[in-house]
């Protein structure tokens, strides 16, 4: 898979469909440090080392171009999938993480990406990173803490 990739020819390749009003001739941005998309973040592993360790139950899973599935949404609908050109990214979960928020730890020798049915795409530059919910403070001075969820 080319490093630099239009959503057009990422959804060509993988199968995977994203919703007509996103411009499909965009290029995906490739990105070697943090990044969100909707309710989930990418952290580079570098700056959670400390939080995050793999366990005996973690298991490696082999990130294949047609996708693993990361995260759903509570409806069961629009999910967070993570695709890689086949041997060439493996996702380790379950993690324990300090923060409560790890779904995984995502090693990669290529550019992988996320592709999300509404947000469309992003890149994730070749390395180790985590990859964790996100969660906003409610509305007021004590608004609870939540999870995003879109």
Excluded: K
């Excluded at 060509?12 to 009003?21: A, E, H, K, N, W």
């Excluded at 985590?130 to 906003?136: G, Y």
């Amino acid at each position: 898979m080319a490093m630099t990739l239009t959503l057009s020819a990422l959804t060509t390749l993988t199968g995977l469909d994203v919703l007509d009003y996103l411009d499909q001739s965009v290029s995906i941005p490739v990105i070697d440090g943090m990044q969100a998309q909707g309710d989930l973040i990418v952290v580079p592993h570098s700056l959670v080392a400390d939080d995050v360790v793999t366990f005996e139950a973690t298991r490696p899973r082999p990130v294949p171009l047609s996708g693993v599935e990361l995260l759903r949404s509570s409806a069961g609908g629009n999910p967070h999938t993570l695709v890689a050109d086949d041997g060439e990214c493996v996702w380790l979960a379950p993690i324990s993480d300090r923060s409560g928020l790890g779904l995984g730890i995502l090693d990669t020798r290529v550019t992988a990406y996320l592709i999300h049915p509404e947000h469309g795409a992003t890149g994730i530059a070749p390395g180790r990173y985590v990859i964790r919910r996100q969660r906003e403070r409610g509305v007021g001075l004590f608004g609870s803490v939540r999870m995003v969820a879109d």
